[in-house]
C-alpha cells in the first residue's frame, strides 16, 4: 500500500516538467518554421511580356483610280481640266484675234469674279451676244461700258480711279460688206449703280484729266455705268456690232486693285426704253495703268468672216 502511494507522488512530481518541455518543443518547432528561408529556384526569372494594347482598325478608304494607297496627308487642291467650251485658251493680247476671242459664243471666263448675286445670269460668268442682228422694232445703237470689283474687293477702300479717254461703236452693213463707224467720243451719261447695273442710278461727274480724259471714283459695294448718251444716226440694217473702251485705272492701288470693264451696246429706237434690245455684253478684263482697248463684238458673221472683214479696231 505504502508502495503504491510513493509511486504516484512521484509521478505527480514529474508532469510540471514534461508540460514544459513540451511547450518547449512546440515553440522551438513554430520558431525553426518562421525563420526557414524560403526556397529559391535555380531557373533565372522569365520578364513579364505585357500584352499588345489593341487598336482601332480604320475604316478603309477606296483605292484611288490608279489602285494606290491614299496618301496619308491631304492632298493639293487641283482644278478641274478645262472644257473646249466652258474655258479656251487666253485670248491675244491684240488686234482681231482678241476681238474673236472675247466674243460672247467662245464663252471666255472674265478676268474677275463677280459677286454670286449675278453670277447666276450668263452675263455674270462671261460674255455674250444676245442679238446678232438689227431687231425689226429697233432703228439705232446704243454703246456702254460697265465698271465692276472683283467679289473679293467689293467693299475694299483703294486709292483707284477709272480714267476713260474713248468709247467708239461700229455696226456691219450687210448691204455693203462695210462698218460703219456709229459714235466716237466721251461717255455722255454717266452713273454709279447697284451690281446689277439694272437699277438704283446715281448720276456721278467726271474729273477732267490734263489730256482730255475723264476719270470716276469707284464706290465699294456698287458698280460703274456708262453710255454715249447720244442715240444715233439710225440705221436699216446690222448684222454686227462692235464697241471699243480706252480705258486703265490710275492711283496709288492699281497694283493690288482687281477691277475690270466691259463694253457692251443695246439695240434701240429712239429714247424709246421698252424697245430696248441687248446686243450683246463683253467680255470683262481686268484694268490696269496702261491703256488698254476692250471690245465688244456680237454679230451674226462667223470668226473666219470677221477675219476676212475686220472691223476696224
Not at 473679293?152 to 477709272?162: H, I, P, T, Y
Not at 462695210?178 to 455722255?188: A, C, F, T, V
Not at 496709288?252 to 426704253?273: K, L, M, N, Q, Y
Amino acid at each position: 500500500m505504502l508502495r503504491i502511494a510513493l509511486s504516484v507522488l512521484i509521478m505527480l512530481s514529474a508532469l510540471p516538467f514534461a508540460a514544459t518541455a513540451r511547450r518547449a518543443t512546440l515553440s522551438d518547432v513554430r520558431a525553426a518554421e518562421v525563420q526557414r528561408p524560403a526556397a529559391t529556384s535555380t531557373a533565372p526569372p522569365q520578364a513579364r511580356t505585357p500584352s499588345p494594347v489593341p487598336t482601332p482598325t480604320p475604316a478603309r478608304q477606296p483605292d484611288t483610280p490608279d489602285n494606290a494607297p491614299r496618301p496619308t496627308s491631304p492632298p493639293r487642291s487641283v482644278a478641274p481640266p478645262p472644257t473646249a467650251t466652258d474655258t479656251p485658251e487666253p485670248p491675244p493680247g491684240t488686234g482681231i484675234d482678241l476681238v474673236i476671242a472675247t466674243r460672247g459664243d467662245h464663252r471666255l471666263p472674265h478676268d474677275i469674279t463677280l459677286d454670286s448675286s449675278i453670277r447666276r445670269y450668263s452675263w455674270g460668268k462671261h460674255g455674250t451676244e444676245d442679238n446678232k442682228a438689227l431687231p425689226d422694232d429697233n432703228n439705232t445703237v446704243a454703246p456702254w461700258l460697265v465698271v465692276q470689283r472683283d467679289e473679293s474687293q467689293l467693299d475694299l477702300d483703294l486709292d483707284v480711279r477709272f480714267n476713260i479717254r474713248n468709247i467708239r461703236c461700229y455696226s456691219y452693213q450687210p448691204s455693203t460688206g462695210r462698218w460703219i463707224e456709229i459714235y466716237s467720243g466721251l461717255p455722255g451719261w454717266m452713273v454709279s449703280s447697284d451690281l446689277s447695273t439694272a437699277g438704283d442710278y446715281v448720276p456721278i461727274s467726271p474729273t477732267v484729266e490734263g489730256d482730255g480724259s475723264y476719270s470716276f471714283d469707284i464706290p465699294t459695294e456698287r458698280a460703274l455705268h456708262m453710255s454715249s448718251g447720244v442715240w444715233q444716226p439710225e440705221i436699216s440694217e446690222s448684222d454686227g456690232i462692235l464697241t471699243v473702251v480706252d480705258a486703265r485705272l490710275i492711283g496709288s492701288d492699281v497694283g493690288e486693285a482687281r477691277i475690270a470693264v466691259a463694253p457692251g451696246a443695246d439695240f434701240r429706237t429712239g429714247d424709246d426704253d421698252r424697245t430696248t434690245n441687248q446686243s450683246g455684253f463683253g467680255h470683262l478684263g481686268l484694268l490696269t495703268s496702261q491703256w488698254t482697248s476692250y471690245p465688244m463684238l456680237s454679230s451674226a458673221l462667223s470668226d473666219d468672216e470677221i477675219r476676212a472683214n475686220p472691223p476696224p479696231f
